[in-house]
């Protein structure tokens, strides 16, 4: 297990590096600089222009850029946003509950609905049911993301009135930050039509970004369950005289979750991409839209940095599903 | 009254006009007998076994003049009561120990299953029992084993494991589909010697599925044989094995290499099982079989009784011409 983690650690290394080279030459390959984004349309003074671009250290050559950004990052600084003079860091940290509040229902919501869609496929195979489920899952997994947000905004929000369009809360209401948890810190306020309002919206961005990882999860389920109500052990558990409900659930569905769990960590990082998407189409104050902004006005440290920690949190993400794995798989936990 | 009586049992896959898996398949059985099943690979033992067992999936479709069980009409009973005999009064231990067994629970957890689900023990009851049902198995360390997971267990000590989940609730039937097939020559042994005590202390009625002649002519009272889906002869160990009526039994008995000690080539039968889509109209195996007649490649044979036991012959062997 020891050696399993550090060889896990060992290849977090090149992947950082990685990171680091394409944000860095990425970012400024997108014609126009940080200067002439926040001078706007007007023409720029030449001498202003250069003068900016000195100050912000960006006349260097760009390898020395590069460099100098890395000597940064292992001493543990990721520096300020251009625009905000914010450290990355403290926005980063003030912002970052948002994404995982919207992060974690969308998970929940994909999970939860993916296993019982799954499961009920598989139970189902070869129904109109299972197709039905299956061809919706297929559906759902080619959605872009960006156009589904918009149906659903415009039909319940705009068409139905169920939802609010766009933000966390109503501006009416003032909800101090405790955990940064909207859901938990308007609990605080001991008024249930905040919490209320708060869930109001919550519920249209978590069910667009959870749309792939459902459809993947339901697929993935379906397949495991079908290999493993197959298996011996399953014919096993029906001669015990079990109740079906019993050797499903009991018996088949704990071994088939074990692909599932992997499948769900994986999930992790298409959900930091649905949530830059989903976060812009909803006006989410997280750090999906934190980064897009940051692009737009081409905040190098920021748009740099803030995918470093993103990219850090997925690769933790998963290291963590691997440890769960051995949790839901004896075979494995006593191998270590 | 019989333990156990199938009449003209067939188990096809996909409709009911498919061909069949098993066809017309008779059996009794009665208490605390010792019945042996043998037959090739593909032959029906097995899925017998699990239509008797409920354990046919659909596609499956089981059909049967009767299927009783101690008095009780199997093909009437709901699901439900059908559950509160199988794994109780019925129960049936597989050919795979080590797939048998689910990975992800402890050994203790498994039998309690059966305890709680059947007999409704639960807590220190059900764990002083399945400690019990584990040295009645003979499983050393019994207490220690409860918390192992089954990867922990060798193939022998795993089909003792299911073999205690199978005798759990002293059941009247224990059917035993090919349990050695998997393991050890000398482990083969001793699950065979373990069964038989268990049989003879707990007087169950025992079908025993094998492609072990010798196995049946040691264990079994009664044997019978299959081909292609088929009960082809059916008979008492001694008399079967001494005077086969069929000539597939016989030319079963011939390929056994001990048989065939001096001789040049071991003696075969010719051909192949017949598959699904090819079927012979006569009898499944004329094509075969080296007495055929005329009449064999144009009418099914059906199993009638002969000497002590039956046989699906037009052509039944005597002591003469065998």
Excluded at chain 1, 99 to 114: F, V
Excluded at chain 1, 206 to 217: D, E, K, N, R
Excluded at chain 2, 85 to 112: A, E, H, R
Aim: some cysteine.
């Amino acid at each position: 297990m020891l050696s399993f983690i550090l060889k896990r650690l060992g290849l977090l290394v090149p992947t950082f590096f990685g990171v680091t080279l394409l944000t860095f030459s990425l970012i400024r390959m997108i014609p126009g600089d940080p200067v002439e984004v926040m001078m706007g349309e007007r023409k720029v003074d030449p001498e202003l222009h250069a003068q900016a671009m000195q100050r912000l250290g960006l006349d260097q050559p760009l390898y020395k850029q590069y460099f100098d950004y890395i000597g940064q990052l292992l001493q543990g600084d990721l520096g300020q946003s251009l625009v905000s003079r914010e450290s990355v860091w403290h926005e980063f940290t003030a912002l970052f509950p948002a994404t995982l509040e919207l992060s974690i229902a969308a998970i929940l919501i994909a999970s939860l609905l993916g296993l019982i869609a799954g499961v009920v496929a598989a139970l189902k195979r070869g129904s109109m049911l299972d197709h039905g489920i299956m061809g919706l899952a297929l559906t759902g997994y080619s959605m872009p993301i960006f156009w589904w947000g918009l149906i659903l905004i415009m039909f319940f929000s705009v068409q139905l009135g169920w939802t609010p369009v766009s933000g966390r809360i109503d501006l009416f209401f003032d909800v101090p930050p405790v955990t940064g948890f909207m859901l938990i810190d308007t609990l605080y306020l001991d008024d249930e039509g905040v919490w209320l309002d708060a869930l109001h919206h919550l519920i249209l961005p978590a069910v667009v970004l959870a749309t792939i990882p459902l459809a993947v999860i339901a697929r993935m389920t379906r397949s495991s369950m079908l290999e493993v109500l197959g298996e011996d052990y399953v014919r096993t558990a029906r001669a015990k005289g079990l109740s079906p409900a019993r050797v499903v659930f009991v018996h088949a569905l704990r071994n088939a979750l074990i692909p599932v769990l992997t499948v769900i960590g994986l999930q992790v990082g298409t959900l930091m991409a649905g949530a830059v998407l989903t976060e812009t189409i909803f006006s989410w104050p997280g750090i999906g839209k934190w980064l897009i902004d940051a692009i737009s006005r081409r905040d190098y440290p920021v748009v740099q940095n803030g995918i470093l920690l993103i990219a850090t949190l997925v690769i933790l993400v998963n290291f963590v599903v691997d440890v769960l794995y051995g949790i839901a798989n004896p075979r494995i936990r006593h191998a270590g | 009254m019989a333990l156990l009586e199938i009449r003209n049992l067939s188990v096809r896959f996909g409709s009911k006009t498919a061909t069949p898996v098993v066809e017309g398949m008779d059996l009794r059985l009665e208490a605390g007998e010792i019945l042996g099943i043998v037959g090739e690979s593909g032959s029906g033992k097995s899925v017998t076994m699990m239509a008797l067992m409920g354990l046919i999936a659909a596609p499956g479709i089981v059909t049967a003049d009767a299927l009783t069980f101690a008095g009780q009409d199997l093909l009437q009973l709901s699901a439900r009561a059908k559950r509160q005999i199988i794994g109780k009064d019925i129960s049936m231990i597989f050919q795979d120990p080590m797939t048998s067994l689910n990975p992800s629970y402890t050994v203790g957890y498994q039998l309690g299953e059966v305890l709680k689900q059947h007999l409704g023990l639960k807590g220190s009851a059900a764990r002083q029992r399945a400690i019990e049902l584990l040295e009645l198995v003979e499983i050393p360390g019994a207490t220690a084993r409860l918390d192992a997971y089954p990867h922990q267990l060798s193939g022998g000590m795993s089909q003792r494991v299911a073999i205690a989940m199978a005798i759990a609730c002293q059941p009247k039937l224990l059917i035993a589909d090919e349990p050695t097939t998997a393991l050890d020559v000398t482990i083969q042994a001793q699950i065979m010697e373990l069964l038989l005590r268990l049989q003879r202390e707990h007087n169950m009625a025992l079908i025993m599925i094998t492609h072990d002649l010798a196995v049946v002519a040691e264990m079994a009272q009664r044997v019978c044989v299959m081909y292609a889906g088929q009960a082809v002869e059916l008979g008492r160990v001694p008399a079967l094995f001494q005077h086969p009526a069929h000539p597939y039994t016989e030319a079963l008995l011939k390929a056994i290499p001990e048989h065939s000690v001096g001789a040049a080539r071991l003696s075969t039968l010719p051909g192949i099982v017949p598959g699904r889509y090819d079927r012979p109209r006569g009898c499944l195996l004329a094509p075969r079989c080296p007495y055929r007649q005329e009449h064999c490649q144009d009418s099914r044979p059906h199993l009638e009784p002969h000497g002590g036991g039956a046989v699906r012959c037009h052509f039944p062997l005597t002591e003469a011409t065998a």
